[in-house]
């Protein structure tokens, strides 16, 4: 009898040195190698250190000019990096003219992608376009697969949105449009069963409904007869509108049916990060408030990702703290702040 308990007791210890090794090793592995431990909520919230990768695209020809010797030949506005980090996310900038496998790569590693607006063309080899492309393909196949990632495209982006949807087909499934005015929002009469505006607070419909706080400006835009004649209105769920200087009717606010991906016509990230007088931004209290709203929701999108770096040098490889932002308002530029990449792509020589 004694022998028998003496080898269970040495059976039972055993059982727990065993245990308390593998503890060790599990936290080893999440702390002491920088993963990220997340754990689901009710609101499918998995990740409180969300990072999001910011698309760059073709620099302006004459902002080219001002830096000679560094031949910079793609940007991203510093604003959407600042309106990003407010929200409380990091940024990876996502440089242009890479082929699929790099945006696959980037995408298992970040939370969701912006798509920010700018001034560019569509039909330009290895651009903002072509990584467009690839990076919403690839949030498909995701998407699809279950793994939940987001995208966010802002004027520029949210067109783009549209077109590669159209077939990316000649000519291009967008109007002219002209409009540098700040425009309340025309909700649809369902707006409020949309993703976006489903549990936006009261005093922020308000204000978007009722004062000039979204920021316009574009040439082109998206109505309603781009998403009929290409038969998108089931994908794509129309929230509101706001009109142009002619009248025309255009899409202001937009997300996919199926997918996690929101589109806006305006620049919600003017109001705080751009500073250009002759602009005439809505810097007001109420109107920083009402902008404020877009990302937030954005970000927390992203936490829904489960993505992660290996661990935090890895993030610190790709980081946007990597890259230094240019005073590029000071050279006339009508961004406050840039920054600048070399050599990724062609330079833009229509703006």
């Not at 592995?29 to 919230?45: K, M, N």
């Not at 250190?49 to 031949?71: A, D």
């Not at 996690?260 to 016509?265: A, K, S, T």
């Amino acid at each position: 009898m004694l022998v028998r308990w003496l080898s269970l007791v040495e059976s039972w210890r055993t059982i727990v040195i065993m245990k308390i090794a593998l503890l060790i090793v599990v936290v080893y592995f999440f702390y002491c190698e920088g993963a990220i431990v997340v754990a689901t909520t009710d609101d499918g919230i998995v990740n409180n250190r969300p990072i999001i990768g910011v698309l760059s695209q073709e620099q302006s020809f004459y902002l080219h000019t001002k830096f000679p010797e560094e031949n910079y030949t793609s940007y991203i506005a510093a604003g959407y990096v600042k309106d990003v980090e407010s929200s409380g996310a990091r940024v990876v900038p996502i440089m242009i003219g890479k082929d699929r496998s790099y945006y696959r790569s980037l995408m298992e590693k970040l939370n969701g992608v912006l798509f920010p607006g700018g001034a560019t063309y569509f039909n330009q080899s290895n651009g903002y376009a072509d990584a467009g492309e690839h990076i919403m393909a690839i949030a498909k196949e995701m998407n699809d697969a279950g793994d939940y990632f987001p995208l966010f495209g802002t004027c520029l982006g949210f067109e783009l949105f549209i077109i590669l949807e159209s077939g990316r087909g000649y000519p291009e499934n967008r109007i002219r449009c002209y409009s540098y005015d700040n425009l309340p929002l025309n909700f649809t009469k369902d707006f409020r069963d949309s993703k976006m505006f489903k549990n936006a607070p009261k005093d922020i419909i308000y204000l978007l409904n009722h004062e000039n706080v979204t920021v316009n400006a574009h040439q082109f835009c998206i109505v309603d007869e781009n998403l009929k004649s290409h038969n998108l209105t089931k994908d794509w769920r129309v929230t509101s509108h706001s009109d142009d200087y002619y009248g025309v009717e255009f899409i202001a606010s937009i997300e996919h049916t199926r997918y996690p991906f929101y589109g806006v016509q305006f620049h919600p990230e003017k109001s705080s990060f751009e500073w250009k007088l002759n602009k005439h931004y809505p810097s007001t209290a109420e109107a920083i408030k009402s902008n404020r709203y877009f990302m937030d929701f954005f970000v927390n999108e992203c936490r829904k990702s489960a993505h992660s770096f290996r661990n935090a040098a890895e993030e610190n490889q790709y980081l946007i703290y990597n890259h230094m932002p240019h005073f590029t308002g000071v050279l006339g530029s009508a961004y406050h702040q840039c920054y600048l990449f070399e050599p990724r792509g062609t330079v833009n020589k229509s703006v």
